[in-house]
């Protein structure tokens, strides 16, 4: 019995003891979560991304291409827009669906932009209704003054040196000039002190002295 009530006191001293474990672990979970994304646009500013000017390449079945126009109404430019093709029936309950990203990189305010995108939508029922819209956006992350300042100092500079003087670089590749040219040279000049002078053995000979007729006697 004594055993089993000091068993019990154990326990209960040791409670308070794990209990900060585990709300240190909690804590961590907490810090290690996925924080949300800033760049988002919200789901009410979607309706700022209008879309306008719609067609699509259809049959009674089918729909295999979409096009249209869309422009960023908000005052910031948007990245990564995402649009969702959506087919629904006469009762208007959604039938069949398609997502695709904008092609353009960058959507900035009031700019409209063109898009021209490849589908597959079969089997669909008669009647059909086909709807576009932009369900998800990003706004453009500005550069902070930090990555400013990083892609500022590693670009390299250039500093004159004091006096106009142009620093032994200079003159290294002036020797090397030097040097190339004297090379060239040299054979060229070689080559027509050749041509000008020539060799005794390319001198021609004198003729040879006809020999005197006999004496008549």
Do not use: C
């Not at 960023?72 to 695709?100: C, H, M, W």
């Amino acid at each position: 019995m004594l055993w089993f009530g000091a068993h019990v006191v154990k326990n209960f001293r040791d409670q308070p003891a794990e209990r900060p474990a585990a709300e240190t672990k909690q804590d961590q979970f907490t810090k290690n979560a996925p924080k949300p994304d800033s760049t988002l646009v919200g789901a009410g500013d979607l309706g700022h991304i209008p879309l306008f000017e719609l067609g699509s390449s259809a049959g009674p079945q089918w729909v295999s291409q979409v096009w249209g126009t869309v422009r960023n109404d908000l005052p910031r430019p948007l990245e990564k827009v995402q649009l969702k093709a959506s087919i629904y029936d006469t009762a208007g309950r959604l039938i069949a669906s398609e997502t695709f990203m904008l092609p353009n990189s960058r959507l900035d305010p009031g700019v409209p932009i063109i898009f021209n995108q490849q589908v597959a939508l079969n089997n669909l029922p008669t009647g059909y209704q086909l709807s576009i819209q932009a369900i998800e956006a990003h706004y453009v992350q500005p550069v902070s003054a930090t990555d400013q300042n990083r892609f500022t100092q590693n670009v390299p500079t250039v500093t004159p040196s004091a006096g106009g003087d142009t620093g032994p670089d200079l003159y290294a590749w002036v020797f090397v000039f030097a040097v190339l040219a004297a090379v060239a040279v040299v054979p060229v000049f070689l080559v027509i002190i050749t041509l000008v002078k020539p060799s005794k053995a390319q001198r021609p000979t004198p003729p040879s002295p006809r020999p005197s007729p006999p004496l008549r006697r």
